[in-house]
């Protein structure tokens, strides 16, 4: 079985099917789906997700585009749903200067805030970084100096090289739809030079669907596209690639399996 480890089933675009696409995940093949927020709205719709279904868990937090938003007093709001069963992770948090949808000294101000706050409450985070990979890595270094931070590179689409150098900070790595685009070669690279063990997988759904369905609504389902594709350029079987995967999962959260 797999685990998509970052979608936002709570998008508009599920609106019309949502509860029927979760239902009928086992069925295809997904066993969790960890569900993402990005702003404080889609993250109270994540934690209400989670409570509702079994196979569903919630990451907390506030996205550098809404960043703008953000209040004094709304990282006590932050806190406390962090404190919700099945809440897992802070994220998706970190830096966006390719479309500056809030300014960048905001963007830094509150990605440094819930990084200080997920090492207070001993919770690992969730980074989205776009057109700020230097600036991210640079943040999140000297964060990670006291050895308390846990970390997740989202969707990553840095150099294989950056990724080397978060191997370092013992952090994860998160591969999705792009890595089977035709023109992915970086992608590529990096999925052969992070280890399996510190390597997840993800849909980041509705958007960068993989192939063959791209330009179409991304599922969880299609994360095994990805898987495939790791599995191609590692060399390894897609079992492997899907048994290691999920196993980063449960370690990474801190999920507790089934029966254990």
């Known amino acids: 079985m797999l685990i998509d480890s970052h979608a936002h089933l709570d998008d508009g675009r599920f609106d019309p099917d949502r509860e029927t696409l ?118 999140l270094k000297e964060a990670s100096q006291d050895g308390r931070l846990r970390c997740l590179l989202h969707c990553y689409s840095g150099s294989a090289e950056m990724a080397e150098e978060y191997l370092k900070l013992g952090f994860f790595i998160s591969l999705g739809g792009p890595v089977t685009f035709k023109n992915a070669r970086v992608s590529r690279e990096v999925a052969k030079v992070v280890p399996l063990d510190r390597l997840l997988i993800e849909t980041d759904s509705p958007y960068l669907t993989p192939e063959p369905y791209r330009g179409k609504r991304n599922e969880p389902m299609y994360v095994k596209y990805v898987a495939e594709r790791i599995a191609k350029e590692k060399g390894v079987t897609f079992e492997e690639v899907a048994q290691t995967t999920s196993d980063n999962v449960y370690k990474f959260f801190g999920i507790q399996r089934k029966g254990q």
Do not use: C
């Not at 989670?50 to 709001?77: F, M, Q, R, T, W």
């Not at 990605?111 to 990979?133: G, N, W």
């Open 22 to 139: 979760i239902g009928n995940l086992k069925d295809s093949g997904i066993d969790l789906v960890i569900n993402v927020g990005a702003d404080l709205e889609s993250s109270r719709a994540a934690v209400d997700l989670a409570k509702k279904h079994e196979n569903i868990y919630a990451v907390v937090g506030v996205h550098p585009h809404s960043a703008k938003d953000l209040e004094g007093g709304d990282l006590s709001e932050i806190r406390d749903l962090l404190k919700e069963d099945k809440v897992v992770a802070i994220g998706e948090i970190g830096l966006d200067f390719y479309y500056d949808n809030s300014p960048r000294d905001i963007q830094r101000k509150w990605f440094k805030a819930q990084i200080e706050l997920a090492k207070e409450l001993d919770m690992p985070i969730v980074i989205h970084t776009r057109d700020a990979a230097q600036e991210t890595f640079d943040i």
